[in-house]
């Protein structure tokens, strides 16, 4: 019998001085590829972090590189997170920054960021093409890293370790924001380079995976369990039982006028490029939309206009709540009336503020807590953390929770004020099949309140049940407006 | 402009140092925050606000709206929310000039200068010195914007803490002169004349000494590829936590002596200083003087100048055990009870610390620097 390719044996590991992970023993042998699934917090991602020795290496994880193998012999990782850096090596942009024309210049162009990690892992320049091609993501070499959405970020993770083909390949949570085909292109690019000799080791709680994968694990209690593919199906899923709280039941005070949003042929374009093209869009009051559309085809430029984030606003005929923009308002004024959850928020939140803090911002429309929210405020951000579970991290920072917990308490923010219009862009994105589930039911339950939804996900499984209207973007225009069920009100 | 139009400037200089004369029926005010234009914007998006100085020109307030005006303004930009001043175009234009090239700009260019030249002189990695001057200060002053001057000394060991109050004594004392020469050229005007005479002469000596620091060995040696932990950073830089306690201290006590308002000062040394270290950790002191204004930067070659030849007698007593290794190194770490506690009484008791402690309250929400 041939050398084990990962030998883990007694591992333990903390995350935030709490153990993660308690003698855990994994053993992977040439040609099987690992799907790691379960809940959120179990320590999937601290494994795969040591498994590529990131931070610290350890001497119980034994990873044997095939010597014959013409692969790079390395564990690469790519993280559930983004961070890229300015020219100047910093990593210190701001929320809304990527709207301003004049800033888009202070990043490397995508084809530049390509070029150094070829340079610096040996790798021929003309393979990646195809990689490129094969995501939908060629269109895109000349743009800077701030201009790319979060779900174009993601691909280009991804098309750095596919044109890499290490011998093992960590993926965690590789499907983040991409939109359906290029799931499908992924997993068939995936089967591919495991044809090849590179191994897989896949996070993920999705659904749809590449045919290649051969066993199935969880990690549970600190340890590693295997599973078969029946047991990873959604019949452990259980409704919670925990009542929603009773002011998000309330009815949500509506506008003076019963039209939320009115654009009327609105452009935005950077010099030659444009981003979107003669938009004309109404969603009246209580109306519950779902926004579809491919990476990059204007999804979180258009809902930046909404949440008042857009410059080019001014230059539009384009109306919120009634009011045609740049008729005096504030921007604070339009946030408050906006539940706002998206990747950019989460990626540019502050993280140094505790859960707590984090969720009581929420009536503020701020990245951290400025002021003494005072008794009432307090008390509703207390029973949104019951009923989200969170008791136990209410005064932990954001930045020491797993991702999964972090997106929870981003969306307890999103909904404290029970605001009149939801916003909701790929909320799931992190959570477990459980925590999604819930969290749709919830936003049913909000809905029938009258709020209004602007829903964004690319996965039909994940869309709650409430939407009855879908407008579908491509390259920046709108394809279609269709009702999908009839109102019953 | 428009009849009864209000012009808004966001420093005093033009209209104090340049005495520029505004038409009478036009409103002037001034809303001058308190960091670069990019952090300002940043706030203001997460819902916060940077400190910020208002002022009114008392000679262009015709209809007695300009104050109105200043604190509408300030509080669209979120300024409020972290901490408004009523000032004046001279105030703000005197503790401007003050801190950018004494403490912020000045003193941290001949610190890194002296600390790298040390380092190379008594045989430490050129490329392990760079590293530590370019990303020390920025390390070092994050401690500064969080805790103030003791929050920074906090980070030292007993016995370093010692070492670094005593030196930052002498350089105090060493320094007071020309800290004051400088407070007396700004509010003379002394300075802006010799200043706009090199304009006027097509930026001669503003561009010899620019092209200067571009020459520096600091300058030209890049950062080597080691690892320095962030408490490494305090422990074989101890040095530089000397010169920016004596360098915040000595302006703040300058400026308040020739009657700035405290608040004022603080903000103008202390507040700032954090800010300037982002810059010279991105790509040096040239970086540093390119981004800041060239009227800093005038006042910071200035400053530079005269202040090396007064440190060549303390540097030659210097070692690397200030700079470049681990103070602690070899040392038992006891101290006296006695003298600590004097030290820790004189750090916390100086005026900057209790002013600084009341603003940085304002602050609630600091942000930590971002660096990966």
């Known amino acids: ?489 | 402009m428009k009849q009864g139009a209000t012009l808004l400037y966001s420093h005093g200089f033009n209209i104090v140092e340049e005495g520029m004369q505004i038409r009478k029926d036009i409103t002037v005010i001034m809303v001058a925050p308190k960091c670069p234009g990019s952090e300002v914007r940043a706030e203001y998006v997460r819902g916060f606000g940077v400190p910020t100085l208002i002022a009114v020109h008392p000679e262009n307030d015709p209809e007695g709206k300009g104050l109105a005006q200043a604190k509408a303004y300030c509080v669209g930009t979120g300024g409020h929310r972290a901490g408004v001043l009523k000032s004046s175009f001279v105030a703000e234009v005197k503790s401007d000039l003050m801190g950018e090239q004494t403490i912020l700009c000045g003193l941290l260019q001949t610190g890194s200068i002296l600390s790298f030249d040390k380092m190379i002189e008594k045989g430490i990695d050129a490329g392990y010195a760079s590293k530590l001057v370019q990303y020390g200060v920025e390390v070092i002053t994050e401690a500064l914007k969080h805790g103030g001057v003791s929050g920074m000394m906090d980070r030292l060991s007993n016995v370093a803490k010692v070492k670094a109050f005593e030196i930052s004594e002498e350089l105090k004392d060493i320094m007071r002169p020309l800290f004051q020469k400088h407070q007396d050229d700004i509010m003379s005007g002394e300075f802006s004349r010799t200043m706009m005479e090199d304009w006027a002469a097509g930026d001669k000596n503003l561009l010899a000494w620019r092209a200067a620091t571009g020459e520096t060995a600091f300058e030209k040696t890049p950062a080597g590829d080691v690892k320095i932990g962030e408490q490494e950073y305090f422990d074989n830089y101890t040095l530089m936590v000397a010169f920016v306690r004596a360098g915040v201290e000595l302006a703040f006590e300058t400026m308040v002596q020739a009657g700035i308002k405290p608040e004022s000062a603080y903000y103008e040394s202390l507040h700032e200083t954090p800010l300037i270290a982002n810059t010279i950790a991105r790509k040096k002191l040239f970086e540093m003087n390119r981004v800041i204004s060239d009227t800093a930067e005038y006042g910071c070659y200035l400053f530079d100048y005269a202040c090396k030849p007064l440190l060549a007698d303390f540097m030659t007593k210097v070692d690397t055990d200030l700079v470049g290794k681990n103070f602690n190194e070899g040392k038992d770490g006891s101290v006296d009870n006695r003298t600590l506690i004097a030290i820790n009484e004189a750090l916390r008791s100086h005026e900057v610390e209790i002013v600084g402690a009341r603003l940085r309250k304002a602050m609630t929400a600091m942000k930590s620097i971002k660096t990966a």
């Open chain 1, 1 to 489: 019998m041939s050398q084990p390719v990962v030998h883990i044996t007694n591992l333990n590991l903390k995350y935030r001085h709490k153990p993660v992970l308690m003698d855990l023993n994994w053993t992977i042998n040439r040609n099987e590829n690992w799907l790691l699934c379960g809940t959120s917090g179990s320590g999937k991602t601290s494994l795969a972090k040591a498994m590529a020795g990131i931070g610290h290496s350890y001497s119980n994880i034994e990873i044997n590189f095939n010597p014959q193998s013409s692969l790079p012999a390395m564990a690469y990782y790519v993280a559930n997170w983004f961070q890229f850096k300015d020219l100047e090596g910093q990593s210190n942009f701001y929320y809304q920054q990527r709207y301003n024309k004049q800033s888009t210049e202070t990043t490397a162009t995508v084809k530049a960021e390509l070029e150094s990690f070829g340079k610096k892992h040996s790798l021929s320049i003309h393979e990646v093409d195809r990689v490129l091609a094969a995501l939908g993501f060629s269109e895109l070499k000349g743009s800077t890293l701030i201009q790319l959405s979060s779900g174009e970020h993601k691909k280009l993770q991804l098309v750095k370790a596919l044109w890499l083909k290490p011998q093992l390949l960590i993926l965690d949570l590789p499907y983040n924001g991409l939109d359906v085909l290029s799931r499908k292109n992924l997993n068939a690019l995936l089967e591919e380079i495991s044809e090849a000799g590179t191994q897989l080791i896949l996070i993920s709680n999705e659904a749809e995976l590449p045919g290649c994968i051969n066993r199935i694990a969880t990690i549970e209690e600190g340890k590693l369990v295997e599973i078969s593919a029946e047991e990873r199906t959604w019949n452990d899923i259980e409704a919670s039982d925990k009542p929603v709280p009773t002011f998000l039941s309330e009815s949500v005070v509506n506008a003076s006028s019963a039209e939320i949003i009115r654009m009327i042929n609105v452009n935005i374009s950077y010099g030659e490029k444009q981003v979107l093209k003669n938009i004309n869009w109404e969603v009246k009051a209580g109306e519950k939309w779902v926004l579809h559309g491919h990476n990059g085809s204007g999804k979180s430029t258009l809902l930046s206009l909404i949440c008042g984030d857009h410059p080019q606003a001014y230059a539009n005929d384009f109306h919120l709540f009634g009011n045609k923009r740049g008729s005096g308002e504030s921007i604070w004024e339009i946030k408050e009336r906006i539940g706002l959850i998206s990747p950019e928020l989460h990626w540019y939140f502050d993280p140094s503020a505790t859960v707590w803090q984090s969720i009581v911002s929420g009536f503020y429309d701020s990245s951290g807590l400025f002021c003494d929210p005072g008794y009432s405020k307090k008390a509703k951000t207390d029973e949104l953390i019951h009923y989200f579970g969170l008791d136990e991290y209410k005064n932990t920072l954001m930045n020491e929770l797993p991702l999964g917990k972090q997106r929870l308490a981003l969306l307890a923010r999103t909904i404290v004020k029970n605001p009149e219009l939801l916003i909701l862009d790929e909320p799931c994105q992190g959570l477990d099949q459980q925590q999604t589930l819930h969290f749709n039911k919830l936003v049913d339950e909000l809905c029938k309140n009258g709020t209004t939804l602007i829903y964004v996900g690319h996965f039909e499984s994940q869309i709650p049940g409430c939407i009855e209207k879908r407008i579908l973007l491509e390259n920046g225009e709108v394809k279609s407006v269709e009702t999908l069920l009839e109102s019953v009100l």
